[in-house]
């Protein structure tokens, strides 16, 4: 089991940042392959980040290559997305998630864990 709870979601201008946080819990999370997913309204969820807690290697949506940066400190548990130079349409509700079986990790790899999410809100 798997436990991930999320903060750091609120309310920026164009062009401002934020940090995500998610709090991971469980005796797999070193194993994980980590994620941070989003969902706007009327859009199905997408995958932006990925991150093999393992060996580090990340993966990246390529509408925020560039511009998001997942990152995880396994001393505290936790995984970060560094957002920088929000867009109006980075605005949705982001789902921090996690997979402690699979054969690949990648941004397409079925994910089994899930936040309860937190809210982004980017305004022009």
């Known amino acids: 089991q798997v436990q991930l709870v999320e903060s750091g979601g609120g309310s920026v201008q164009a062009g401002g940042s934020l940090r995500l946080s998610c709090a991971a819990s469980?005796?797999?999370?070193?194993?994980?392959?980590m994620g941070w997913f989003r969902q706007a309204p009327g859009k199905e969820r997408e995958g932006v980040a990925r991150?093999?807690?393992?060996?580090?290697?990340?993966e990246y949506a390529d509408s925020v290559k560039g511009r998001f940066t997942i990152s995880h400190d396994n001393a505290k548990n936790m995984v970060y997305l560094q957002m920088n130079n929000l867009k109006p349409e980075d605005t949705a509700i982001y789902y921090c998630?996690?997979?402690?079986?699979?054969?690949?990790?990648?941004?397409?790899?079925?994910?089994?864990?899930w936040g309860q999410g937190t809210q982004v809100t980017v305004s022009s």
């Open positions: 998630a996690a997979v402690s079986t699979f054969a690949l990790c990648s941004l397409s790899t079925p994910f089994d864990y």
């Open positions: 469980g005796d797999t999370y070193i194993n994980s392959c």
């Open positions: 991150i093999y807690v393992m060996t580090s290697s990340t």
